[in-house]
DNA sequence: TACATACAC
DNA sequence: TATGGTGTATGTA
């Protein structure tokens, strides 16, 4: 409050522009008293000024804290920085052309498209609840994304809210993904409405292009996309013909893109006369708007304010135009070609074209040297407008002096307001005021601010990133009853469990994410020792969570609007590979030489070089893979004696004995220690399996669908990783031993401590715990669904069964009924094992999954998987030293952003 | 590792 | 009546 506006900051800090007030509009005075009356005395506005005093006394403390440096540490400060600021400088990269292309209104676009009727009226699409977006004409009401739209409804009564329909936006998103893809096919997708691309390549080949290949049929009528268009009236269709280079031209402009509540007024966008302005004598930058140029929806036509001539004058300057307009607009099939010219401004041009040839939508596109300042550009001449900044340090500069710091990517609302504490608005001042910012904020603060005063930004598009976590949550209206908490977090596991699988990752973090009434958001987080993915482990956490939160407040309720679990510390890729194809590699080992070299390389574990040998036997395998086993960590000191009759079912011949002597009968018999287990259900004996294979059980057992010998993780995951940091053996904890556990297992438990050396006692800390009575971290109790038993999850596409010879399947013997056959394919093994298993399961080993892991090098060229292919690559690509805001939400699903808005 | 914050769309 | 959902990065303890 002491550095800033007064009283309801978070309101009065709109710095609404005057605008076209009346039916266009309202100024911004009207907004930010509507917004205010319609938000006070809620326990959200409450929240909201509570935050805001937080971030208050936050720059109290850091005022004061500026007060108190001396002379000398900004002296040295401002000498360091000055050698940062050389090192940025030396690391500038002016060589590549990144396009920023961004769609305009998106959704509400997407919507306008079909119902043409919301044109020229005000529209939001979302709830009463919640806007995710509104159009252009909402805008000048101060309507806004993230703005609840009950709110909206009192800044403009008018205002329509239409539902979302996700499966549209995701629809166009890709077929505007098909055209940037000709532009760069390693373009960065950000959301599902903008992009990234480098262009520096293209604009080589383009060179060498015949110019029909710049050629493109103006066809049907497009939407002339957004309210800008409304002032353009008259359809032109063009031909374009540039091959010059355009003066440049200085544009200024426009409001901030703010959250709602401090929302700048939206402006009827000036931008058709902005754009006519004389161009800066400096030849900063190229700017032109392109929209006249390309055609507009037939309804369009009867609307037509006419400031469009001087705009076209303006583009006729940098574009030698052929203008044809139509004399009947209602004739759909007139046509024009448009030809594009050679120069980054053009291939904007074009792709926007193309873009609103296709989906008859509107894009805006920021051409730059790097990422941050194309992200900048492509908001400048929204919408339906692109904006050049040439590569060069001069153009830059002069871009970057009065560019306000909120407008760079990765500066919000706080940071501006930090910033603005200090005497900073715009990127010039942050730049001037780099010693005391050096003192007051860390390394990567204020290298970042550096980054961005001098306008450098990542030049190399790093593709996005593996994920590294997943989450889904939801707001409801108070739930403060405990089982109604529960069952809904259930609810949440259910659906997280069900995503988290679809992507065959297992990760060993859960959070807790809850808000209460009064919008305090709180997480709760645990770690476990092993991966997990299914429902039942998630919830055994989430809930264990969400009690002790319950408990705290006691006997008060936890009356919440808000609850979210998510899933992170996801396992390698490899890691989580090694865990689910090990039983791939146990089955084949000795008799896949890739295998073997696998094993030795990753575990060191001598292996017997076979290759070229005849085929082992299932038996053999196992053998020489439990005597690898043996000889490494031995544990497995009983011996197979079971010799096991062709075609028996249920063989109750077999004998096989564990590491206490004990013989037991009955029941399903281990593929890998060769014991019949007594176990109750599939459930119990892939527990057992794992826990045989020597790894910490790691929950693929309540997978649905399912099931894979492929995933018993184990013996291979269990030499290979016991030496490896990550995996590593744990000390049992104090007060536990091994007898502890074997008198447990005594008990009745078919499992038995497979990993660890029994001599010293240590032995896997998860092994503390029985996985088959489910106390393990008492995680299971609570799932209740041991009927529900199934065999681990298959991370096997059925593609990968596509080719069922890549890896021979000679005489594999059945683990559950034991049978040795010798399978026409893998298929066949596979189909046996269903009705073996009799669960309507999918039981598949797959062939592959040795393979991919013996050549890690190799990614999955796979038939269509392109993506895991690219981000495998993504970890070769080093970091550009200097950091750019990531943000790589493509990840979302359809089902996810549904959820946003239901 | 846990938690809160900030930011993006 | 009613103020979202998903994901990443970073600072701090
Ligand atoms: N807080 C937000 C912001 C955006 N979106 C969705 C709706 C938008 O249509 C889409 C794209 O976001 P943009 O920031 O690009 O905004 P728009 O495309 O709607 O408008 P603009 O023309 O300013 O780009 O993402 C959302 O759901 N919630
Ligand atoms: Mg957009
Ligand atoms: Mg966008
Ligand atoms: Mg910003």
């Known amino acids: 409050m002491e550095t800033t506006e007064g009283t309801s900051g978070f309101l009065s800090r709109m710095a609404l522009n005057d605008n076209k007030a009346g039916m266009e509009g309202l100024d911004k005075e009207k907004i930010n008293k509507i917004i205010l009356d319609a938000s006070k005395g809620s326990r959200f506005y409450e929240n909201e000024l509570k935050k805001e005093e937080q971030v208050n006394q936050r720059i109290k403390k850091m005022l004061l804290q500026k007060e108190q440096l001396t002379k000398q540490d900004v002296e040295r400060a401002q000498k360091q920085m000055d050698e940062m600021a050389a090192d940025l400088e030396r690391s500038r990269d002016l060589n590549r052309t990144i396009v920023h292309v961004d769609m305009d209104a998106f959704f509400a676009a997407v919507e306008t498209r079909d119902r043409p009727e919301f ?3 005000p529209m939001g699409v979302g ?9 252009y004409v909402a805008r000048r009401f101060g309507v806004r994304a993230a703005m609840p739209g009950f709110i909206a409804k009192r800044l403009c009564p008018e205002l329509t809210i239409l539902p979302l329909n996700f499966k549209k936006y995701e629809a166009v998103s890709k077929e505007v993904c098909e055209i940037l893809a000709e532009y760069d096919p390693r373009f960065v997708r950000m959301s599902l409405d903008e992009a990234y691309l480098d262009i520096t390549q293209h604009l080589k ?7 029909d290949r710049r050629t493109f049929a103006s066809g049907s009528f497009l939407s002339r996309g957004c309210e800008k268009g409304t002032e353009s009236a008259h359809l032109k269709v063009v031909e374009v013909k540039l091959e010059q280079e355009r003066e440049g031209e200085m544009h200024d402009d426009t409001e901030p893109v703010q959250n709602y509540m401090k929302q700048p007024m939206p402006t009827a966008k000036g931008n058709v006369e902005e754009s006519c302005m004389e161009s800066n004598s400096e030849h900063i930058t190229n700017e032109h708007e392109s929209q006249v ?19 076209c004058a303006e583009l006729g300057h940098d574009s030698p135009l052929t ?3 139509f004399s009947d607009p209602h004739q759909k099939a007139a046509t024009a070609s448009v030809t594009f010219g050679l120069s980054a401004h053009e291939v904007a041009k074009e792709i926007r074209f193309r873009i609103e040839q296709k989906t008859r939508l509107t894009a805006s596109a920021g051409i730059a040297p790097n990422m941050l300042l194309a992200k900048v550009c492509s908001d400048r001449k929204k919408p339906n407008g692109q904006f050049d900044l040439l590569p060069n340090k001069a153009a830059i500069h ?29 990127c010039q001042d942050l730049f001037e005021q780099r010693a005391i910012l050096a003192m007051l904020f860390s390394e990567t603060s204020t290298r970042h601010f550096l980054a961005i005063s001098l306008g450098i930004g990542a030049t190399r598009l790093e593709r996005n990133s593996e994920r590294k976590s997943m989450s889904t949550e939801r707001t409801f209206s108070e739930i403060r009853k405990p089982e109604e908490l529960y069952s809904l977090c259930q609810k949440l596991c259910h659906d997280l469990a069900r995503e ?15 808000k209460n009434i009064n919008f305090e958001v709180k997480t709760r987080a645990v770690s476990l020792p092993s991966a997990v993915s299914s429902e039942e482990l998630l919830f055994a956490a989430a809930r264990d969570l969400l009690k002790i939160e319950i408990e705290s407040v006691h006997p008060q309720p936890l009356r919440l609007r808000l609850m979210g679990v998510r899933l992170s510390s996801f396992v390698d890729r490899m890691d989580q590979k090694k865990q689910q194809k090990s039983i791939d590699v146990f089955l084949n080992i000795g008799n896949k030489e890739e295998c073997c070299s696998f094993l030795q390389q990753e575990t060191r574990v001598p292996c017997p070089q076979r290759a070229g040998q005849t085929p082992l036997s299932f038996f053999q395998r196992v053998e020489a893979a439990r005597k690898n086993e043996a000889a490494q960590h031995d544990v497995f000191t009983s011996t197979c004696t079971g010799q096991v009759p062709d075609g028996s079912l249920q063989s109750s011949t077999v004998q096989a004995k564990n590491n206490r002597g004990e013989t037991k009968e009955s029941g399903l018999v281990c593929p890998v220690c060769f014991q019949k287990q007594n176990c109750k259900g599939l459930y119990n004996f892939n527990m057992h399996i794992d826990h045989c294979l020597g790894l910490i059980y790691s929950e693929d057992v309540h997978s649905k669908h399912l099931s894979s010998p492929a995933c018993y993780s184990g013996l291979i995951n269990s030499v290979c990783c016991s030496n490896q940091s990550g995996n590593q053996n744990h000390i049992l904890p104090s007060g536990k031993d091994l007898s502890t556990l074997e008198a447990h297992q005594e008990e009745g438990c078919c499992t038995f401590a497979s990993q660890g050396n029994s001599t010293n006692k240590e032995v896997s800390e998860s092994d503390t715990c029985c996985h088959s009575c489910q106390q393990t971290v008492s995680l299971c109790s609570c799932a209740g669904d041991e009927s529900a038993g199934l065999l681990p999850d298959t ?12 890896c021979e399947v000679p005489s594999m013997t059945c683990p559950v009924c034991h049978c040795s056959q010798l399978w026409v394919d893998l298929q066949a093994f596979n189909t046996h094992l269903d009705v073996c298993l009799n669960q309507g399961i999918i039981s598949k080993l797959t062939s592959h999954e040795c393979t991919d892991m013996c050549s890690p090098g190799v990614s999955g060229t796979s038939t269509k998987a392109g993506e895991k292919t690219s981000l495998r690559r993504n970890k070769l690509v080093e970091k550009p030293p200097m950091k750019k805001a990531k943000y790589s939400p493509s990840k979302n699903t359809i089902d996810k952003f549904f959820n946003a808005q239901v």
């Open 205 to 211: 080949d383009r060179e060498t292009w015949p110019k």
């Open 119 to 121: 044109t020229h009226r």
């Open 127 to 135: 709830s009463l609840s919640m806007l995710s977006t509104s159009n």
């Open 795 to 806: 991370i096997v596409s059925p593609e990968s069964l596509a080719d069922p010879t890549a």
């Open 500 to 514: 988290v699988q679809e992507e065959s990752l297992q990760g060993r973090t859960i959070t807790l994410k809850i």
């Open 323 to 325: 203008l044809d307009c």
């Open 293 to 311: 140029s390309l055609n507009c929806s037939p309804e369009l036509f009867d609307d037509l304010p006419t400031q469009e001539e001087s705009s």
């Open 398 to 426: 002069q871009f970057m002096k009065e560019l306000p710091i909120r407008k760079v990517s990765g500066i919000g609302k706080v940071t501006e307001k930090l910033l603005k504490a200090l005497g900073i608005t715009t």
